[in-house]
């Protein structure tokens, strides 16, 4: 007869097969069993985040720089919906996380106990998939599939709800692999047929105005798929613009690339995935941000998507070839294909093409990114060029809050690495950052990790810093501070009249004596010509920093698509705002 | 247009919508209904009917019948959305009007009434396979099985012969001849 173990052995037991090395949580009464047992599995090291949605983040970040899975230990009750908000992100933004919830014990669930909830019932709608063990027999099997479950197909978070009383009972425990066996959960079973890679190629071949569209399915594809991509953009020669999540999958700074596409995205990515004859969509969703109105959306273009998720496929836009594939697996054959027949395609194509390039090079000397410098006031668009250019030559990480300053992030940090960039896209959770910065951190130690922040996102789960410098964690959280809630306060400034309805922050915390209190590095730029030292200053102390960097309060992002309006009727600048019609402010 | 100021497009035109039958064949387990429905409500889906049983005691597998009604790409959601849910084993899908396709709808009336009236129901229901679940000198329960537009009809002509209550189920389907749903 096999040993019997604890509910929370089996935890344990369970989390070492998956080979997990860091839990991130926050422990509570009906989870202590679980938590009492930690001190007897030495090679999972608990980090203690100060909320659970800052423990949820942290998962996440440490899920998105390393390819594998996080994992979150909370406790039931508030501990659970705490949770609520990271395990949305994740769903949104298709990030693997684990969350194991405490539950009160089995013959109280439903009698109102003390911190009771449905957590099941209130993450169902944000988790791939989330159980209620009822039997600690059955916990090890759960427990391995919820791993499963997570990682494969499209990736996503799951929750795992163990009541107090099946932490304690012991069962048997058994290591299940591969328990997924249905086609669309699990691993894509579909096999890529030639006759769809040499429609893909045909497509490919007959096209005189194309472009490649990327997302976040080649960087959750795996480093492999960033690298078939590289390979086929330079094999076709075609221009290449990416979305987000996306970014980093291609290098940022080579000329086929045309920077990134949507609402904020440039002017000759816009323009190009509007006037184009074929839009090749790897690992992308066609998000709202991106379409704009998805009637006028890039309508002369033959569209391919290739996507392992089968229900993204036509729910916002029809297109004319759909491959349910795993990026990895669809580009290396299509390569393969490709290169059978197609030798020196790109020389023999340069004449179809030439007429294209020429266009996007008129579209690129707009200059879509410019914006006016000044020598009195730091532009934050000048931060963050600073801040790539004194960071480019070493590998950097980094994660952005949400608004204005993750914008002009994307728009100016250059990205040369999948996985180095870590931004709430999908929820668009303020206050994702900072605690993602220190999952990072957790997975890449030695290297630099920078949060580009806002004042008021940040302010959010600012209590993070704690564990930052609990665990010696030397996080750069770099505030582009203009006291406004920026995104709000621009969109209130195009559309409402320039009523800034609550968008300013009377009252902030002097951040640099906030990170003296938090025991870190507090530094503070006021002036441009004082950036540049107070950048290399942050980026040579061995310890977390909070920078205030005090930048001018009434910038815009642009160049911006009221959304509504088609991808070839950007507002450049705000010399255009005038040009803002009645209908036009309905749609941005 | 009017001034509402929004941070999203403007609904394009929607589609013409089609009623469908879906059935989803689920593992039995808890939740799994509220996942379902879940999905339905969460998503903006429709749910017209909804007939729920377990048809495989041994593996524990639920056999789910839903009427829906939306656009084809919503149709065609439904299905996709459906599949990637982990307790859903195969899901089908029938346009309603398909010829190979039955649909049945029971449900339960009962009518207050002496027996002369009680005749007029039976010959009124005569054609959806009446059957009397229970009779008194003042009362009938009876059992009807037939299309839902059809017992629409009946409950409204049964209302002023004496229809005190309805209990409905929603539809169930089945395929025709030898074929089965796969």
Redesign the interface.
């Known amino acids: 007869m096999p040993k019997l173990l604890s509910g929370a052995e089996i935890v344990f037991k369970a989390l070492e097969d998956q080979n997990v090395e860091y839990i991130f949580g926050y422990p509570g009464g009906a989870v202590l069993p679980i938590y009492d047992e930690l001190k007897n599995h030495k090679s999972i090291k608990h980090i203690l985040a100060r909320h659970e949605q800052g423990a949820g983040h942290s998962a996440e970040g440490y899920a998105r720089s390393s390819g594998k899975p996080g994992v979150l230990l909370v406790t039931s009750g508030p501990g659970a919906t705490n949770a609520v908000t990271a395990l949305t992100d994740a769903y949104m933004d298709s990030i693997p996380l684990v969350c194991i919830s405490g539950q009160v014990p089995t013959h109280l669930i439903g009698t109102d106990a003390f911190q009771e909830c449905d957590t099941?019932?209130i993450t169902?709608?944000c988790t791939?998939?989330n159980w209620?063990v009822?039997d600690v027999n059955d916990l090890s099997r759960i427990l391995h599939l919820a791993f499963e479950?997570a990682t494969t197909g499209r990736p996503g978070p799951v929750l795992v709800d163990i009541p107090k009383d099946i932490q304690f009972k012991k069962g048997k425990y058994k290591f299940f692999k591969h328990t997924?066996k249905?086609?669309?959960?699990g691993k894509v079973t579909h096999k890529i047929s030639n006759s769809e890679l040499d429609k893909f190629i045909d497509l490919i071949k007959k096209s005189s105005k194309p472009i490649f569209y990327t997302g976040g399915g080649v960087i959750n594809s795996g480093p492999e798929a960033s690298k078939y991509l590289r390979e086929l953009v330079s094999l076709t020669g075609f221009p290449i613009t990416s979305t987000l999540q996306g970014l980093g999958a291609y290098p940022g700074d080579d000329p086929q690339f045309l920077g990134m596409l949507g609402m904020h995205g440039t002017y000759e990515a816009n323009n190009a995935m509007h006037d184009c004859d074929l839009m090749i969509n790897i690992g992308a969703r066609f998000d709202?941000r991106i379409?704009?109105?998805?009637?006028e959306f890039s309508p002369g273009s033959k569209k391919i998507h290739v996507d392992i998720?089968?229900?993204s496929i036509?729910?916002n836009i029809k297109v004319d070839l759909a491959i349910v594939s795993d990026v990895t697996t669809l580009l290396k054959s299509l390569i393969k294909r490709f290169k059978e027949k197609n030798k020196n395609f790109v020389n023999s194509n340069k004449q179809k093409t030439s007429k294209w390039w020429e266009q996007i090079g008129k579209w690129r000397e707009k200059k879509s990114l410019n914006f006016i410098n000044s020598d009195k006031i730091i532009k934050p668009q000048h931060a963050v060029q600073r801040l790539y250019e004194l960071t480019k030559n070493q590998d950097t990480f980094i994660t952005t809050e949400v608004g204005q300053h993750q914008m002009w992030a994307a728009q100016h940090y250059k990205f040369n690495k999948p996985n180095r960039w870590m931004t709430s896209g999908g929820l668009g959770t303020m206050g994702y950052g900072l605690p993602a910065a220190i999952g990072v951190q957790i997975a890449n130690p030695g290297k630099l990790v920078v949060d580009i922040a806002g004042e008021a996102s940040v302010l959010m789960t600012m209590q993070e810093m704690s564990t930052a410098v609990q665990y010696r964690l030397p996080i750069k959280i770099f505030i582009l501070n203009n006291e406004y809630m920026g995104m709000v306060r621009q969109?209130q400034e195009l559309?409402?009249e320039k009523n800034y309805s609550e968008s300013y922050t009377a009252a902030l915390p002097d951040f640099v004596k906030l990170a003296e209190s938090y025991g870190c590095v507090g530094i503070r730029a006021k002036t441009p010509n004082e950036l540049d030292e107070k950048i290399k200053e942050m980026i040579n102390v061995d310890r977390p920093v909070i920078f205030d960097c005090v930048v001018d309060k009434a910038e815009n992002c642009f160049p911006m698509i009221p959304?509504?309006k088609p991808h070839n009727q950007m507002i450049l600048g705000p010399e255009e705002e005038e040009e803002i019609s009645?209908?036009g402010?309905?749609?941005? | 247009?009017?001034?509402?100021?929004?941070?999203?497009?403007?609904p394009?035109?929607l589609g013409k919508t089609e009623r469908h039958i879906i059935v989803v064949w689920v593992d039995n387990e808890?939740?799994v209904l509220?996942?379902i429905a879940?999905l339905f409500s969460?998503r903006g889906y429709n749910i017209e009917s909804l007939a729920v049983a377990e048809v495989d005691k041994k593996k524990h597998i639920s056999r789910i019948t839903i009427v829906t009604e939306g656009t084809p790409?919503v149709i065609?959601?439904i299905n996709?959305?459906l599949?990637?849910?982990?307790p859903?084993?195969k899901v089908a899908d029938f346009k309603r009007g398909e010829k190979d396709i039955l649909f049945r709808e029971l449900a339960l009336f009962k009518i207050l009434g002496n027996s002369k009236r009680q005749e007029k129901v039976k010959k009124i229901c005569k054609q959806f396979n009446p059957v009397v679940l229970d009779k008194t000198n003042k009362s009938v329960v009876i059992q009807v099985t037939a299309l839902r537009a059809e017992i629409d009809k009946l409950a409204l002509d049964l209302k002023s012969l004496g229809l005190i209550s309805t209990s409905r189920t929603g539809a169930v389907a089945m395929t025709k001849g030898q074929k089965t749903f796969n």
């Not at chain 1, 249905?182 to 959960?185: A, H, R, S, T």
């Not at chain 1, 402010?585 to 941005?588: A, G, I, P, Q």
């Not at chain 2, 599949?83 to 982990?86: A, C, F, I």
């Open positions: 099941t019932g169902r709608p791939k998939h209620l009822k479950v997924l249905k086609k669309l959960n709202d379409t704009g109105k998805v009637d998720d089968p229900s036509g729910k969109w559309l409402h959304s509504g009645d209908e402010k309905v749609l941005v | 247009m009017t001034k509402s100021k929004s941070a999203y497009s403007v394009g035109k808890a939740g509220a996942r879940g969460g790409q065609e959601q996709l959305q599949k990637k849910l982990v859903v084993h």
